[in-house]
Structures are given as structure tokens and as C-alpha cells.
């Protein structure tokens, strides 16, 4: 290969790397341009670049890494999804990255605790433990993304944290394996027992720690935090607290202590009921000083969650988008799930009747469906990368994000905070859990700019200085130190307190190659910052990972969304040394739909495939391109399908177009056993003449078919064609050509362009423009990207006409209703596609509008299925690792029929369900649910 030297050159410079490889195997270990440059970030402003990534799968692959680590000096920074806000997961050595251990090792229902690993992801976690009524208590509002071992090692917190406590207060055990080579589990013991005197004399490190803290108990107890949380230091102050009650509290140790101690590779946590029924209130205050008085009120009623948004971030977020009256001045969610011995109706009712007591902008919006209340959070949980979107120079920065006081004083830490950015001119955002007095504070700064730089080095030791001498309060409450506070760790406590914090840390990690530069350390906070990326529009949140379906069979960052935002926006960048990972991506545009700051990773993606379209594919758009020429192959392998589509010509098939496939990619083929669609003996237009533009059809309603309803005999063109008849439209098959999506995918986005200005120019004339396929849907309502000017205003103009069958029919366009009952258990797979064209309801209203049909939601309904068009040739084996979890959604929905809206998925769904379900688009359901 012509890029070989590229790729392969450096690797072999990289000892670090190939020391490893020769130690764990090859695939645990990466040290390429794209691998090093994902692994560089985590959701902090800082970057280090490590020198290779270990991704472990077992204990012996922690274990290697850190004998290797300690026997070389080379610095390890142990990794779970790299969501903390502090940079506490980025490093120059080894990055030891635990994602894919990340199985439940045990569950007792009976007595409520859980065994796992810390690479599982705590929705999914949570989503397992579902069926059996429990879950983990604490949730931060990074949920999705975030991780058990970074959690138990940040000692994460979260809304519930109100009810539940922090991770540390819902942890039984821990297994970590330790500098000196050996494996700890660490639990609570009883203290003065001999077992325990035994155990700790076992570990010397514990032993001399255990000392420490019983000589300086005084000391330890008098520095304590005395405010409702504390993430700063290590928890000496919890050793203290349970010796006091006759417990060696190991767990309190261990918690919290960012990857600076050992390595964890196992837990087993405490776990709650999952409340049956909750209610969420949204009340807006006109006055920000009454929050601090509601919030006393409201406290009485047991809340789960009391969260609170200043008027600022309310501007910085958008008021109007979140239907946030103009003159709130904050916002409170209160989470509700009965108590008391009350009804959650005679809560919500107590709710209300505090309410009137203070000026407020409106009556609270009280949401009871879950889906409501989801969308209550949606704003809060997404509160900090949403504001990424405020302006292209200003970003949010972490460095002052975590302050916890007094909650009585809350809306005087407001008042004060919202004082001190107006005199330094910095606009601000402030929003917490108001119920433990945790604010997290987000300047928006450019930090390229020497103002805005001198104010956050000014605002960094101001503000903590106040939240500690005036506020009583601790620097942090749940995101931890890392490497943004690690400074300030010395100022808060003391230096005879930090005396101790360095002597366990010594005792644990004597030679400092566990995470050194976090927690304990006098770095200034501002080395490190990564000024280059924080001018970018990324937050590097990665929520994105946490519905990219690549991320999701590999569990890594350099095969995840956030990091190809990373990668393919980095300085030294080339498409011939990140090859494999632009390659990867499956255009699901998962991505672009969750981004809260509004960026298009695939869009990026499919900029970079640009530079260097594929060849063999564009040989076939060429073809595809001569409608005279291809149109007669189509046919003719339709009329001889019964021929080849057999096992053994098709055998014969995948090894004579393997050598063709491999221009493709290097994965590319056409499986023997793949289910493929039925080809059309004659194409949809020909069955439909009549309707045809070309024959003089005329009307105000186009259907855009596409390709796959052309090319294929699936009932889908036919089936859309119908029921738009029988709800009155006769539909025109305007002149088309492919609406660009498998083309843009191969980088031949010339092609996308002339096909597109050759679309807008046809489908202009029509009134309303209906398609049956969710690529194409997506594709034309995104047309005006490619244009400019006059062009850009004809393509908005029809893109805003653009309706799927289902929003049409779902809409105005159900002229008779269905009557013939369909009586089957249907589950929809919401098509990416659709979904990230605004169509998410529609379809699932429609299908609920057949008689007869009992709708079930499935889980992960809104995942990507693997087909991504071509994707599922392009890389059989990884589209088939996609389908797997689509797979067990289907078969636990108990469903009968899974619907969909798109014809690439329905291949995908058949291929993989084999029968085992059956696969209906859509319309072909609606179609049949009318008498003839
Ligand atoms: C949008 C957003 C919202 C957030 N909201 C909250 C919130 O509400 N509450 C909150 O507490 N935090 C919040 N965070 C911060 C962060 O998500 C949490 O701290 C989270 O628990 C970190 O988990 P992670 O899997 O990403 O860990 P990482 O970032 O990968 O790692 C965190 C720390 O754990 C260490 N670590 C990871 N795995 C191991 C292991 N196996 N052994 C030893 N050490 C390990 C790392 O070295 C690092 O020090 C938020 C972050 C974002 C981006
Ligand atoms: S692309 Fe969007 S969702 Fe993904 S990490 Fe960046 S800001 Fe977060
Ligand atoms: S388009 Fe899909 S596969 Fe590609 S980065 Fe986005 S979520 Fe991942």
C-alpha cells in the first residue's frame, strides 16, 4: 500500500508502545496519531498527550501495565469514559483504559447489592438493573457517558445525591491492584479485630496510612468540611468518622482518589429501589433572593432532586428555546416520588401551595409521564455543552465549577458570584444541586485572550478564597481535583493536613507513577490548558459517544465520535495516518442529533472522506449515473434473482467481487449468507407510468421514492403509492436523481452537488414533497448546505417541504382512517436518519392509529441498527456487532412486527432477524390496515 511508510514508520519509533504490544498483544495496545490524539482530551480544558493507550480487558492486562509502569518510571493514568471535568483522565505516559470491563459480575436482588467492573456505563447499568426495581442512587447529569470506575474514583455525585448520598456513600467494595503489585479488596473491617490488625499488617501501605490518621485524628477531625459534600483531598476525614464508630473504613479511602492510589477493577456497590412513580416541578422565580426560602420549604417533603438555574445561564442557554419567561430570575426542578405516607398527588398539591407564596413568573409545570419529565432535564443535564453554542470565542471554562457552601446561603453565593463577574466584565453561568448548596460556576471566557486569561486566574483563587473564609464552604463537591484544583488542595486545607495527604499518597505510590499532576501536586492550574481546542466548537462532553453505535461494540476513544471530532481537527491530522477511523464512521448522524453545543462530527467526517473520495465507489455512482446502462442490470439480476441468490453461486459471488470489495475498504464484502433485498424485474417507475412527470402526471404532491423503492421489490414504493391514494392523493413521481447520501458517503460530493441542484430544480414546483425513506428525507432537508445565494433559498424552500409519509400522514395528510385491524404486537425502530430529521413522534403516533395494533416502546429503540446503507457491506462483521444489541431490544420487546421508516434498515433488520420477527415499513402496515 502507497500509505504504508505513513502508518507504519512512527509506530516503530514508539518503545513505550511496542514494549507493551510484546506484553498484553497487539490489540490492547495503540500508540497511532489517532489513538495518542483522542486519548489527549477528556471534558477538561486541558490536553496531554499520552505516549500509548493500554485499552485492558482483564486483571492480569491492569496488572502488566502497572508492573511495566513501575519497573520503567513511565507515568499511568488509569481511564474510564473520560467525562471529568478536571483533566484527572488525560496524561503523558500510559493511558490504562478499563472501558471494555465493563460486565455485572453478581446481583443479589434479595439483599440489594451489585458486583461489576469499572468500565460499564452507568444508564446501561442502570437499564440492567431495571427489571429487577433497583438502581444506583447517585447519577450525575452525565450519566450517559460516564463510567463506574471514574465515577467511584471522583466520588461522583448528582441530582439524586439529595436522597441518595455521593458514590461513596453507596459502596460496599473495592478491588484494586496497587503500585507494589498486589490486589486489594477493600472493605469496611472492624476495627481492634484481629482479622483487620492481620490484614492491614498485610499491606503496609494501609498499615502506615491507618497509623497516620489515628495520631492525627484531632487535626484531621478540626479540618474537616463541615458543608453537605466534599470531593477535595483524600477522605482522611471518613477514616476518622468510622474508626470512630469502630470501623477501618477502607472503601472512604479508596473513593475519590482519581486514579492516584491503584487501579480499580472491580466494586460492589449498594443499590436503591428505583422509585414506581416521580413527578418534576419547573418553577420559575422572579426573584432570585425567595429561591433559598422555597427551597427550605420544600425540603420537608423528602424532594429526590432540587436543582437550580440563575437568570444568567437562562440567557445563555437560550430563554425562548426552553420556554423560560423573560423575566424569570432562576429556575428551580424539584423531583418528587411521594413520601411522608403521601400520594404523589397530594405532594404535588403541597408543592403548589408553597408555590403561591412567592412571586413567580408563572404556575409551576408540574410533569408526571416520563417523557415529560424528560424533557424537563433535557435542558439541565445538558446545561454545560449547551452553552458551547453562546458564542464562537467565549466558552465556558471549568477552573471555579464546583463550590459547595452552606445551602441556606445559596442565593448569597449568587448574589456574590453575580457581583464579582460583573465587575471583571465576564458573562457567567451558575446552576447546581441547590439542595446540598453545590454550585458549579462556568465562566464564559476566550482564554486566548489576555484579558479574559488574567480574570480566570484572578476569579480561580478569589472565589475559592471566598467560598472557604466567608462561605464556610469546600472547594469541591463532586467532580474532584485533578489537575485544576490539585493547586489549590494546599491552600484549602493547610499545610499539616497536606503533610498527611502527601504521606499517603507516598505510602500508595512511592515511585509517583500513578496519575501524578492530579490531586497532589503544586502544578499551577494553567499548565496544560489546551488554548487550541477551546477555541473549537466541541465541548468534548461526549455525549455523542454515549449514542455513537462504533463507540458502542468498541468502547474506545480513538473508535468514537467525540474522538474524530478530536482527531480530525488536530494539527498534525492527515487522512493517510487516521485512515482507519475516518473510515469507520457509519453517517448514522447519531452525533449531530444529541450534540448540545450543535456540532456535526459526521458532517466533519464526511468533509475529511471528501479529500479523498473513493475510487471504486465512484465508478459505481458513474454507472448508477447512466440510468440507460444500469437500469437493465438491476432488472435483469432481478429476473434471474431466484437463480443466483442461492447458496452456492452466491459463494461463488463473495469470492469473485472480494478483490472489487477491498477497493471498497479493507473489510468490505458481500457475505455469502447476507439476506439481500429483492431487485426489481421491473423498477418502481415502470410500474408506475402513469404517475410518472416524464408521462405528464401533474399535482401538487411529489413522491420523492429514491433509489432502494426504485430498485428494489420490498412493498415500500408500492405501499406508499397506496395509501397516499387512499387518503387522496394521487401522487407525481417527479424526475430524480439519487438523493446524494450513500455518494456523500464515499466523498464524491461533486456528484452530490449536480445531483442535488438537479433535485431542487425538479421538486421546486410541488406543494409538498413526500418520501418513504429516511436517508432521503434527511438528505433533502439538508440540501442547502451544499449551496449558496439564490440556490441556497431554492433548496431551503424545498427542503422545508420535504415530509416522510408517516409526518404526512401522522399530520393533515390522514384523510380516512384505518378500520381494518392489524391485531399484532408492533415495536418501531426509529430510523437514525429520520430521528435526525426531527421525525421521531410521528411515526410511532401512526402506527398507535392502527386498529388493533398493540404498540410496544422497545429499549433502544433510537440506536443505530448497523445498515447505515452500505455500511453493512462495507464492514459486514462490525454492522453485525451494531445489530446485536438492536437484536436483543427486538426479541425483549416481545413484539410480533417491528416497524420502520426506512428501506436500508429494513435490509439490515432482515438480515439479522431472519424470520424471527417480521420486518414491515411503515406504510406497508397502514396500507393494509384499509379495506380493499
Ligand atoms: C456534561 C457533564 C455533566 C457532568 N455532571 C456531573 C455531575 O452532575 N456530577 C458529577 O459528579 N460529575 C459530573 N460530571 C463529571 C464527570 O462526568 C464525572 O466525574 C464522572 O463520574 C467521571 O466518570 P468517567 O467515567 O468519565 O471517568 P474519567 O473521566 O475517565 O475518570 C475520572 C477519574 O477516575 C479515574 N479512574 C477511571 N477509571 C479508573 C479505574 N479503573 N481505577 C482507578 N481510577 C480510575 C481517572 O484516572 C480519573 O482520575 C459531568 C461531566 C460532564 C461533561
Ligand atoms: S461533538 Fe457535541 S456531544 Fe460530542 S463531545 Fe463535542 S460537544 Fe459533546
Ligand atoms: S455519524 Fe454515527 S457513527 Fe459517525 S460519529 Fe456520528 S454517531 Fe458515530
Redesign the pocket.
Known sequence: MSDAPALILPEKSRAIGNDLRRRLGADKVKDDFPTITAYSV??SIYKVVPKAVVQAETEDDIAATVAYAMATGVPI?????????TG??VGEGIILE?GRMNRILELNVEEKWVRVQ?GLNLTEFNKKLEPHGLMFGPD???RD??????????N????HTLRYG?VKDNVHAIR?HLATGVWLTAEALADGDPATDAFLSSHPSLAETFAMVRKHADLIRSKKPTVSKNSTGYNLFGLVDGLEQGIVDLPKLFVG????L????EATFKLVDKPKTTATALIHFRHLEEVGQAVFDLLPLTPMALEVMDGNTLNLINRSAHGVPADAAATLLAEFDGGLGLSITEILERVKAICRKYRLCQDPTIAVEKEHQEQLWKAR?????TLYRYDAKKKPINYVDDVVVPADRIAELVQYLSAFFKGQGVNVAIFGHIGNGNAHIVPLLDVNDKHDFEAMVAGYHEIHQTVITRFGGSICG???D?RVRAEFVRKYFGEELYALFTQVKSAFDPARVL?PG?KISDTPFTEHIDYVRLSKPC?T???CNSVCPVYDVFQTEDMSSRGWFEIVTAPGYEYLNSKRVVEACVNCKSCRTICPAGVDVSDLIMQKRAEHPNRLAGAVFAWQGMPALFEPFIKLMGRTQGLWDRPLPRRTMERALAPFMRQLASTARLPADMMLPKLAPQLLRERYAALTEEQGHRGPVAYFHGCAANYFQDGVGDAVIAVLRKNGVEPVLPRQKCSGTPIETYGHVDRVKDYARFNVESLSRYDTIVTGCASCTLSLKDYPKWFQGEERKQAEAVAGKVRHVSEFLAGEGLKAAPTRPCRKTVTYHSSCHLRAAGVSKPPRDLLKRIPGVTFVEMRDADRCAGGAGTFCVKDYATSQKIFERKRAAIRDSGAEVVATSCPACMIQLRNGLRGEVEVRHIAELLNEAYEE
Do not use: Q
Not at 461522583?156 to 441530582?159: F, K, M, R, V, Y
Not at 443535564?381 to 455543552?385: K, Q, V
Open positions: 477528556d471534558a493514568t488509569p481511564r474510564a469514559a473520560g467525562t471529568n471535568l484527572s483522565a478499563c469499572p450525575p447529569s452525565s457517558m460516564c463510567k463506574l470506575g471514574g465515577m467511584l474514583s471522583n461522583s455525585a448528582g441530582p455521593s484494586m482518589s482519581e486514579g492516584t491503584g487501579v480499580i477493577s443535564n445538558a446545561l454545560y455543552p463532586e467532580h474532584g485533578g496519575n492530579v465541548a462532553c461526549a455525549k
